[in-house]
C-alpha cells in the first residue's frame, strides 16, 4: 500500500521560503519517477519537478533557480526548497511517485499525496 503523507505548508510572504516534506511508504524509491506538482486556483495540476529513475532532476521554468528538489533515501523522504517566493507560487502542492505498469514506469501515471497549501502574500 504506497502512501505519500506532504508537509510543511503554509503561508509565507514573497521573497520568502517554504520547505515542503513528503514521506512515502509502500514505494521502493527511485524506482520510477518522483517529483512535485501543484494546483493553482482555478488552474490545472502542473508539475513542478521531478526527479527520474536515473537521476536526472527538472524544472517547470516558473521555478528554476528558486526551488530545489532533494531526496533522502534513507528516511524515504522528498522534499522541496523553495526560495524567493512570488504570489504565483500560490497553490496546492503534491508529491507524487510514478506507477509501473508491466514493468516500465508510466510518466504522469502517480500514486498521490493528499495536498499542502502554500500561500504566498
Known amino acids: 500500500h504506497v502512501q505519500l503523507v506532504e508537509s510543511g505548508g503554509g503561508s509565507a510572504l514573497a521573497g520568502g521560503s517554504v520547505r515542503l516534506s513528503c514521506a512515502v511508504s509502500?514505494?521502493?524509491?527511485?524506482?520510477?519517477?518522483m517529483g512535485w506538482y501543484r494546483q493553482a486556483p482555478g488552474k490545472e495540476r502542473e508539475l513542478v519537478s521531478i526527479t527520474s529513475s536515473d537521476g536526472t532532476t527538472t524544472y517547470a521554468d516558473s521555478v528554476k533557480g528558486r526551488f530545489t528538489f532533494s531526496q533522502d533515501n534513507v528516511k524515504n523522504t522528498l522534499y522541496l526548497q523553495m526560495n524567493s517566493l512570488k504570489t504565483q507560487d500560490t497553490g496546492v502542492y503534491y508529491c507524487?511517485?510514478?506507477?509501473?505498469?508491466?514493468?516500465?514506469?508510466?510518466?504522469?501515471?502517480?500514486?498521490w499525496g493528499q495536498g499542502t497549501q502554500v500561500t504566498v502574500s
Open positions: 509502500g514505494y521502493i524509491f527511485s524506482s520510477c519517477g
Open positions: 507524487a511517485a510514478e506507477k509501473a505498469v508491466d514493468g516500465r514506469c508510466v510518466h504522469g501515471l502517480n500514486y
